[in-house]
């Protein structure tokens, strides 16, 4: 990986504002990696690849896990997406299926969902990791990825991998890049689990398992903060129907580029 | 349909049979696991599993004396490759001491597994997070003769799943949970399994939590509990009692909650009347969570879904009928009422509401 080349920078963004974007900003990222409800329609999805386009930004479109009434919706999805040919994150092991068997014009990305699993959600920790022992404990105990894994990636066309700001790709050395394998990195928030049974979904005092009969996107306009607990000296984050830590750039930031991290991935949830 | 039940004690295997299990699903964690990153299945920890391959032998022989199937979970994640390596020797260890199948979710452990042992059981566990057919096929095509599928679809999203999977894989048979299902995050994309012990803050907190989840990477950092107070406050992030505080994005607003949990819901969730659709939907296993529960609390669920399986066979046309039985059923087992917040399924949760309105 050449450490001089610029990082790519991407923002996750409901709808094109009209002023422009940051400078740096030069893809844009439309969907939801965790709820099938916040996914924009067909149409919308085309208005946006098109708004993108004409302003000279690439497109990541961003899917969630889904039921059989997500997949039928996302189906609609990549046939509006397929002559753009982008990339679509894949979060759900159907919907890579469909994208493998009946989209080739779109590009896999791995999601975060998939990665997430490999490590636990407060690996950025400089507390951790800026006291070497730790760190060094995981490269002894060869926190080495199967090839197994590698295959997997290869088999179902996957050329980038994204992660939470987790130290993830330091952990794993240039397993990644070696693979040919492209990682992004997404900042700030770092996810702990998600629910179907959302938070803000239902109508107060009754009970989130209605939550999964309908839903008002209450999330849009409502946040949940949760203080002491397992991590005392930090703050959960309840957004929509996912919990996040807040992780910030980390202290490893200078090094991106050097793991074969090139791409940063502002989440604006 | 068919009781799957769940089993970590050698002794339990027949009081399970008696009670009516027809099939019994188990781990073993043995010290090897604690050399390398992750875990073989995903209740690791807390007492859920057996604790060595010669006790895996004695409920097979148990089981198979009484004509009664056993399935070994090696249903974790397994991407390193330290870590698939010992889930395959355990995998072959267990076929050597006489299981009859595997619960797995790793992709490549499945296609391995199908590979290796043809002629065994091959279930695709709830962390395969199947929610649509596409990727029940998907199971299927890999080597899964069965499919568990997850706890978090309604009867309404079950069935189509269903439905569906009678054409994309109809070979495939499924699985549905009825006892015991509490949290409300998705099992298979959760990171909060592990439990990790309440620590204080600074900066030992992140560290002592990763040596729970690893202890053979960090040696002195991590303690078992040992007392009950310990064994108690040693739970999962998700358990734990916050302080939420929950604020209006677009409109000021702010409220506070104490003791709020982000996972469980503290109650032991049922899906028994489940099984009244489940029939006719083709499902053929239920499933019984309670790796880790005391015996007297596994033989009782399976008492009440042989029960249940009974009154569905006198009453499968009114479910009226059946849910009103099923309740006098679950008192008589439980010896507690059966509760609204007890069902797991909001459409009955809803409807039970109503009746008291």
């Not at chain 1, 957004?239 to 090094?255: M, P, Y």
């Not at chain 2, 040596?211 to 358990?239: H, I, N, Q």
């Not at chain 2, 099923?326 to 059966?338: D, H, K, M, Q, W």
Request: with cysteine; glycine share 8%; aromatic share 10%.
């Amino acid at each position: 990986m050449n450490a001089e080349l610029p990082l790519e920078r991407a923002r996750h963004l409901r709808e094109l504002p009209g002023e422009p974007l940051p400078e740096a900003c030069s893809r844009l990222y439309a969907g939801d990696d965790f709820c099938e409800r916040l996914l924009p329609e067909a149409e919308e999805l085309r208005r946006l690849a098109e708004q993108a386009a004409d302003r000279g930004l690439r497109f990541t479109f961003l899917t969630p896990y889904c039921t059989e009434d997500g997949m039928e919706n996302l189906k609609r999805a990549f046939g509006v997406l397929a002559p753009f040919g982008c990339e679509v994150v894949v979060n759900d092991p159907g919907v890579l299926r469909v994208l493998n068997r009946d989209f080739q014009s779109l590009t896999p990305v791995l999601g975060r969902l998939y990665t997430s699993l490999l490590l636990p959600p407060y690996f950025d920790d400089r507390r951790v990791f800026g006291r070497g022992g730790a760190l060094r404990s995981f490269r002894m105990a060869k926190l080495n990825l199967s090839d197994s894994y590698f295959s997997f990636l290869k088999t179902n066309r996957i050329s980038r991998a994204e992660f939470d700001n987790v130290f993830a790709p330091p952990l794993f050395g240039d397993r990644f890049s070696s693979e040919g394998i492209k990682l992004s990195l997404y900042l700030p928030f770092t996810y702990i689990s998600t629910t179907r049974r959302c938070l803000f979904a239902p109508e107060r005092g009754v009970s989130t398992k209605l939550a999964l009969l309908g839903c008002a996107r209450g999330c849009l306009e409502q946040r949940m903060l949760l203080e002491g607990g397992h991590y005392p000296d930090r703050r959960i984050h309840v957004i929509g129907n996912a919990q996040f830590l807040k992780n910030g750039s980390g202290w490893w930031a200078h090094d991106w580029r050097k793991w074969g991290v090139d791409r940063v991935v502002d989440f604006a949830r | 349909m068919r009781i799957t039940a769940p089993l970590d004690k050698v002794e339990e295997a027949r009081p399970l049979i008696e009670a009516g299990a027809d099939e019994l699903y188990c781990g073993v964690s043995h010290p090897g696991w604690a050399r390398v990153p992750g875990s073989p299945n995903l209740r690791f920890r807390s007492g859920a599993n057996l604790k060595s391959f010669e006790e895996l032998r004695a409920v097979t022989s148990a089981a198979s004396g009484l004509g009664v199937p056993v399935l070994f979970t090696l249903n974790a994640a397994c991407h390193f490759a330290e870590t698939s390596r010992l889930a395959l020797e355990d995998m072959d260890r267990a076929a050597a001491s006489g299981v009859n199948g595997f619960i797995i979710s790793d992709q490549h452990l499945l296609a391995e597994a199908r590979r290796r042992y043809p002629d065994r059981a091959l279930t695709a566990s709830s962390f395969c997070n199947c929610f649509n057919s596409e990727s029940g096929a998907l199971a299927a095509e890999l080597g899964a003769g069965r499919l568990v599928l997850p706890r978090d679809l309604t009867l309404e999203e079950t069935a189509k799943v269903c439905n569906k999977l009678k054409e994309k894989a109809p070979g495939l048979r499924l699985e549905a949970f009825v006892q015991n299902i509490t949290c409300r995050n998705v099992n298979g994309y959760c990171r909060c399994h592990v439990p990790m012990g309440r620590f204080p803050g600074g900066w030992r907190t992140p560290l002592r939590s990763l040596a729970a989840m690893w202890p053979g990477l960090f040696p002195g950092y991590f303690t078992a509990p040992k007392t009950r107070e310990e064994r108690f406050s040693a739970e999962p992030p998700c358990l734990m009692p916050y302080r939420a505080r929950l604020s209006g994005v677009l409109q000021k607003s702010e409220r506070t909650i104490e003791n709020f949990r982000m996972g469980e819901e503290r109650v032991l969730g049922c899906a028994a009347c489940g099984i009244f659709h489940f029939k006719r939907l083709g499902i053929e296993y239920l499933k019984i969570v309670g790796r880790g529960l005391p015996t007297t609390h596994k033989v009782q669920d399976v008492k009440f879904l042989a029960g249940l399986r009974g009154i569905l066979d006198e009453c499968s046309e009114d479910f009226e009928v059946f849910s009103k039985r099923a309740r006098v059923l679950r008192e008589n087992i439980y010896g507690s009422p059966c509760m609204p917040t007890d069902c797991h399924y909001p459409c009955m949760l809803k409807a039970r509401a109503g009746e008291r309105r």
